[in-house]
């Protein structure tokens, strides 16, 4: 598409194989689809238990076997033979071995995992081992490729590098040092392993203009070297093309609601989703409407979701914890509004999917959200109620609001169309490999 042909690029599994995905693993098949549309050679590599010796044959019978409990089992007991073998592991070369894909196996439920590539690769339990060499000795895990990819484009912060390829690093935010408060990483080890990553990196990649000003207050060395491509969505996929009709018949079926009789919010349930503050606003905002809440739980804070029983035993609050794609986006496609006002969002893809599906936002003024929503979505104040619950009313109660906010929806979300996104990826592996500086 711009004259970059049959560059390769390898993308990491990390996200990819867990088993209900995350918006991270949305970014890489979303990355995946970008990158071969723009006639680029893509190398998947995973990291699942597959001893590295196994027989060639069972290769693949293997890896699609762990692709669908990738969460690993019970961690090895301290000193059994397992935990041995694990812990010698962790200081021996990782040893990377090709999975040929024949089609022999039906793995049509599994597509999930596995986005668009031409070479497919495993690394026994290299994401774990990575990161427990790199607590102990500070060093990076580096993996031997006969034939490296040019870049090797790793979408989340890990320990790991390939040898002769231009190894860059998504950075979807920092919340953990700017937020560190609603978090339960280890600070200490999540600042070392970007302080490493800022100063070894051939190249940073970040989502929005608010992400890269936060890198940059605390990693201001990485001026030079990081890139904002901000992200896209697969407006192909069947959960954007299905009828109304369908998805009206699916939500009345499965939760005994109508279209527009709901409000929604999807993401993990942590603090910085400010679901807390959501749920009271709600339920204080005095609508007939209900709220459905899509996520689990990230982990537990009494005080975030202290109102969150009472709105279930009322019947206002309908809670799920995981659904599949097509189901969740039939319920966003026919909700009232999205309510979003995180504390903090490196991108807010909910942001983007909600405004192509014609549904209306609520956002906050935090993050990247007013960069994402821009007009066309409705801002209020993150850390208060009152503000929370006045926004609600608005979009409950005004109908030309909403269409409105549906309309400006639609042009907004133009600008982070998949065009756009392949240029800027474009421009970045482009300025990565010609050590040129930016384009």
């Known amino acids: 598409m711009y004259g970059q042909n049959e560059r390769r690029i390898g ?37 699942l238990q597959i001893p590295s010796k196994s027989q060639a044959e069972l290769r693949e019978v293997r890896f699609f076997d762990r692709l669908a409990n990738s969460h690993g089992g019970e961690p090895a007991k301290f000193l059994s033979k397992k935990w041995i073998r694990e812990r010698k592991a962790d200081f021996i070369r990782p040893s990377l071995v090709e999975i040929d894909i024949t089609n022999r196996i039906d793995a049509r439920s599994l597509s999930a995992h596995l986005p668009a590539f031409d070479r497919l690769f495993n690394v026994e339990n290299l994401f774990r081992s990575a990161a427990r060499r790199f607590r102990m000795t500070g060093k990076f895990t580096t993996i031997k490729m006969d034939e490296a990819p040019d870049v090797m484009h790793w979408t989340y912060p890990l320990p790991i590098k390939i040898d002769g390829a231009k190894n860059i690093y998504t950075l979807h935010d920092i919340v953990p040092l700017k937020l560190p408060h609603t978090t339960l990483d280890d600070k200490p080890y999540y600042y070392k392993l970007l302080k490493e990553i800022a100063e070894h990196a051939d190249g940073i990649c970040t989502v929005s203009e608010a992400s890269k000003k936060d890198i940059l207050s605390f990693f201001p060395e990485v001026k030079n070297k990081i890139y904002n491509t901000y992200q896209a969505c697969d407006t192909n996929k069947k959960s954007y093309l299905r009828s109304e009709e369908d998805c009206c018949s699916e939500i009345e079926a499965e939760f005994g ?55 279930i035993s009322t019947g206002r609050i309908i809670k799920v914890d995981y659904l599949p794609e097509d189901t969740l986006f039939a319920l966003l496609r026919q909700a009232r509004a999205l309510l979003f006002p995180s504390l903090s969002e490196g991108f807010g893809l909910p942001v983007l999917e909600a405004m192509h599906c014609g549904t209306p936002t609520l956002i906050s003024g935090e993050g990247s959200l007013p960069e994402i929503g821009g007009a066309a979505s409705l801002e209020v104040s993150a850390y208060e109620v009152d503000s929370i619950k006045e926004g609600i009313r608005k979009l409950d109660q005004d109908d030309a609001l909403c269409q409105t906010l549906r309309d400006v929806g639609y042009r907004q979300a133009e600008a982070f169309g998949m065009a756009s996104y392949q240029q800027r990826l474009n421009d970045m592996y482009t300025s990565i490999l010609s050590d040129s500086g930016k384009i």
């Open 11 to 47: 993308v990491d599994g990390f996200n990819l194989s867990l088993e209900k995905g995350t918006g991270v693993a949305t970014y890489a098949r979303t990355l995946c689809r970008a990158l071969v549309q723009l006639g680029c050679k893509v190398d998947l590599i995973y990291g």
């Open 257 to 311: 609601l109508t279209a527009q009789g709901y409000f929604i919010f999807f993401g993990s349930l942590e603090p910085k989703k400010n679901i807390g503050r959501i749920i009271e606003a709600f339920l204080a905002s005095g609508s007939k409407r209900r709220l459905v809440i899509v996520g689990a739980m990230a982990w537990k804070s009494e005080k975030e979701l202290r109102y969150l029983e009472r709105g």
